[in-house]
C-alpha cells in the first residue's frame, strides 16, 4: 500500500510569493495534518483536517490556510511568505477514530525563501 | 499547554551495543498517547514504538523498547543490537487522547541525533 505522499519535493520561492503544497493520505485515512518543521527543531502543528472541516490550528498566522478534499486529500497554502517560513513541511495522515490514532507521515516538501 | 523535553542533542553508541534515549513530558490530561519517531537523512519521519498511557506494560518493537514511568512523566527509549541503519535524529511526542471532534495534535520534543558508530 502507498504510504503518504507530498509534493512538490523541493521549492524555492521569493519573499512575497504564495505557495501550495499538496498531500495524499494513506488510502482508508480521513484525517490529514500538516507539520513545519525548521532545521533543528521538532516539528510544529500547523493544521488537522477531518472529512473535510478544520478540527484544530495551531499557533501560526493567518497567511497559512489548508483545506482537504472529498478524496481526503489536502492542501496547504502560505501567503505573503516571509524568510522565516523556510522549513520542511510534513503532511501525516491517521486513521481517525482508531483506538491509537497514529500518525503516519509523508516526505515532507522542502520550502526555501529567498 | 504540554510540553516534550529530549535533554540529549547528540548521542553515539557502538555497532551492536545497546543505548537509551531520554524524554519527559509534561501534561495536566490523564489519557494520552506518546511516540518515538525517527527521521534519518532522507527526511521521512517513521514511526519506531508507541505507548498508551493507561496501559502499564512497557511497549516493545523488535529491537526497541521503552521505558514508561507515568509518575515521573518519563518516557525512554531503549535501542538493543543498534545497527548502522538506525543513525538518525529521533523525536520523543505526546498526542492527547481527547473526545471525538477536536484536534490530535502531536507535540514533539527538539529531538537526539544518534551516530551508530561501526
Known amino acids: 500500500d502507498a504510504g503518504v505522499t507530498q509534493s512538490p519535493t523541493h521549492l524555492i520561492k521569493t519573499r512575497g510569493q504564495q505557495v501550495t503544497l499538496r498531500c495524499s493520505p494513506i488510502?482508508?485515512?480521513?484525517?490529514v495534518s500538516w507539520y513545519q518543521q525548521v532545521l533543528g527543531q521538532g516539528p510544529q502543528f500547523i493544521f488537522q483536517y477531518y472529512e473535510k472541516e478544520e478540527r484544530g490550528r495551531g499557533n501560526f498566522p493567518d497567511r497559512f490556510s489548508a483545506r482537504q478534499f472529498p478524496n481526503y486529500s489536502s492542501e496547504l497554502n502560505v501567503n505573503a511568505l516571509l524568510l522565516g517560513d523556510s522549513a520542511l513541511y510534513l503532511c501525516a495522515s491517521s486513521l481517525a477514530g482508531a483506538s491509537v490514532e497514529t500518525q503516519y507521515f509523508g516526505p515532507g516538501t522542502r520550502l526555501l525563501v529567498l | 499547554a504540554q510540553t516534550v523535553t529530549q535533554s540529549q542533542p547528540e548521542m553515539s553508541v557502538q555497532e551492536a551495543e545497546t543505548v537509551t534515549l531520554s524524554c519527559t513530558y509534561d501534561?495536566?490530561?490523564?489519557?494520552?498517547?506518546l511516540f518515538w519517531y525517527k527521521q534519518p537523512p532522507s527526511r521521512q519521519m517513521i514511526l519506531v514504538i508507541r505507548?498508551?498511557?493507561?496501559?502499564?506494560q512497557n511497549a516493545t518493537e523488535n529491537r526497541f523498547s521503552v521505558n514508561f514511568q507515568k509518575a515521573a512523566k518519563s518516557f525512554s527509549l531503549k535501542i538493543s543490537d543498534s545497527q548502522l541503519g538506525d543513525t538518525a535524529m529521533y523525536f520523543c511526542?505526546?498526542?492527547?487522547?481527547?473526545?471525538?471532534?477536536?484536534?490530535?495534535?502531536?507535540?514533539f520534543g527538539s529531538g537526539t541525533q544518534l551516530t551508530v558508530l561501526p
Open positions: 505507548q498508551e498511557a493507561y496501559k502499564q
Open positions: 511526542a505526546l498526542v492527547r487522547r481527547r473526545s471525538s471532534g477536536s484536534a490530535r495534535q502531536l507535540t
Open positions: 488510502s482508508g485515512h480521513k484525517s
Open positions: 501534561t495536566s490530561e490523564s489519557n494520552y498517547y
